[in-house]
């Protein structure tokens, strides 16, 4: 990620369906979600190396939209730079974009008036070689990436009452996992790439946390772990199969509309402490296999958020400990096969081994159709709408057996 993060782009300014519990909401925030970014080009990409129809290299740009299709009214302001910059304060509003309302005018307007709920900070992704309390290289032997982060948490705080404090882990530089130095990385090299994104480079930012938090134990400061669930659902789903090139565009590595999409998703799940909508109509400027298997994405980065939890087991990201899942949408029972799939008039359950009950439902958990069986059953779907669906599978004692998702052609 190079310095073209400081150039300064101007424009014009459910339902889920497995039930959740979610208490706590937006910690008494207004209905509108005020923000203010302390960001980089790995939360907002502008402009990206080849043109989209607006703002689909940002997070601002995604989590506007998921809001929208929630009902939840977005507006952001933010500035390009490093935690060094950053710390140069007072902030300045650099950032316009197509759709997002801005939230603030620094032109015309002091900070507090801006009344912002929420501030998202985040670190560059190079640094991750010594630790967070470790004076920058090349710097004034004082200032390290944890003495910046709190010069600017006790400053935002002292503007303004009541902030939500995130911080949003990004992922790292691939550069030095290209031993030819160029980009693409071959399959190896981003195997390496992804490993150390989940594993030493998500070490850092844990450690990092821990000390924001052992610093200012009042703030209660929050953590997206952005960058090690992107780099699980590329590495432990169907998303695997995505060519590297249609995430990323360098080494940087700035991403495609694809990653920010995904970032974007992350990032609106964990501030808004809830599940996105599965129904959610993914635009076809996101990579097909995403949108084709998205359901699979939301559950997979939603309990993801709900398992990165401190030594104690309270949530990094939720300023909420009940934040609950009751149920996980994909169960894993090998045993048990639905097919074919897609299907057009019927579909076939093998493997069961006791009585059961099958429920077939939309995206929305409307239930369309119940059903007995004791043995292999063949399920006719002739009535139903083309569509996607859920098959799910439970025991006489209602214990859930399966859930699998199923295309009607």
């Known amino acids: 990620m190079y310095m073209n993060n400081f150039k300064c782009v101007y424009k014009t300014w459910s339902v889920s369906l497995l039930t959740f519990v979610l208490v706590g909401g937006l910690t008494g925030q207004a209905d509108t979600t005020s923000m203010y970014i302390f960001g980089h080009s790995l939360i907002v990409h502008d402009p990206p190396a080849m043109p989209t129809p607006s703002d689909e290299t940002t997070v601002p740009h995604w989590f506007y939209l998921l809001g929208q299709s929630s009902g939840k009214n977005y507006e952001v302001a933010g500035q390009y730079g490093f935690l060094p910059q950053h710390a140069d304060l007072p902030p300045i509003s650099q950032w316009g974009f197509d759709s997002v309302p801005p939230a603030w005018d620094s032109d015309n307007m002091p900070f507090p008036d801006a009344d912002f709920s929420h501030i998202l900070l985040t670190a560059a992704n190079f640094i991750q070689y010594q630790p967070a309390h470790y004076p920058y290289d090349g710097g004034n032997g004082v200032e390290s990436p944890l003495s910046a982060t709190l010069e600017i948490f006790d400053w935002v705080q002292l503007q303004q009452d009541s902030l939500s404090l995130y911080v949003y882990e990004n992922w790292p ?37 821990d000390s924001l938090l052992v610093a200012r134990p009042s703030d209660s400061i929050r953590m997206i772990p952005v960058g090690p669930v992107i780099a699980g659902l590329l590495t432990e789903t169907t998303l695997s199969q995505i060519a590297v090139t249609d995430l990323y565009e360098d080494d940087a590595p700035h991403g495609k509309p694809t990653i920010y999409f995904l970032a974007g998703l992350i990032t609106y799940m964990g501030v808004y402490q809830e599940i996105a909508p599965f129904d959610y109509p993914v635009p076809d400027i996101v990579d097909s296999i995403v949108v084709q298997n998205f359901p699979e994405v939301v559950n997979y980065a939603w309990n993801k958020l709900l398992d990165f939890n401190d030594s104690l087991g309270h949530s990094r990201v939720f300023y909420s400990d009940d934040v609950v899942a009751q149920t996980d949408l994909h169960l894993q029972n090998d045993a048990i096969v639905i097919y074919p799939n897609p299907a057009q008039d019927y579909f076939q359950i093998k493997g069961v081994l006791e009585p ?37 599978v439970r025991n006489q004692t209602n214990t859930m057996l399966e859930v699998q998702k199923i295309l009607k052609q």
């Open 173 to 209: 530089d691939m550069a030095p996992f290209l031993s030819n130095g160029s980009f693409p990385p071959t399959e190896s090299e981003l195997a390496s790439y992804h490993a150390f994104t989940l594993g030493t480079f998500n070490d850092w930012w844990i450690e990092y946390h």
């Open 356 to 392: 059961f009950d099958i429920d077939i439902l939309d995206i929305n958990g409307n239930v369309f159709e119940n059903l007995n069986a004791s043995m292999d059953v063949l399920i006719d779907i002739s009535a139903l709408p083309p569509g996607l669906y859920f098959v799910r």
